[in-house]
């Protein structure tokens, strides 16, 4: 079965960066694309970055230019690279390939400005 554990949030000041990783297990990670997803308090999950299975990667207009996704296969692990960080970006942070329905426990991402 598919487990998703996510890491790597914290408290940063405006400005700052931080790198997510999320490992997966139970599935064939490199067949997938996988996203990762940010939900605000009080607002609906949003998808934030996607990279398919070849690579290609795809953005929120909000992050566009400060956040990177990225994959390594062979560790079946997908990180997210988030740079120049703003207040508005505090969420709890998930990944998840978008083929599934199934969510990891997320990691906190709290900017103070």
């Known amino acids: 079965q598919i487990r998703l554990v996510e890491s790597g949030g914290g408290l940063v000041q405006a400005g700052g960066s931080l790198r997510l990783s999320c490992a997966a297990s139970?599935?064939?990670?490199?067949?997938?694309?996988m996203g990762w997803y940010r939900q605000a308090p009080g607002k609906q999950r949003e998808l934030v970055a996607v990279?398919?299975?070849?690579?290609?990667?795809n953005y929120a207009d909000s992050v566009k230019g400060r956040f990177t996704i990225s994959r390594d296969n062979a560790k079946n692990t997908v990180y997210l690279q988030m740079n120049s960080l703003k207040p508005e970006d505090t969420a709890v942070y998930y990944c998840?390939?978008?083929?599934?329905?199934?969510w990891g426990q997320g990691t906190q991402v709290t900017v103070s400005s």
């Open positions: 998840r390939p978008p083929a599934y329905s199934y």
């Open positions: 139970g599935i064939i990670f490199s067949d997938n694309a």
């Open positions: 990279i398919t299975s070849t690579g290609s990667t």
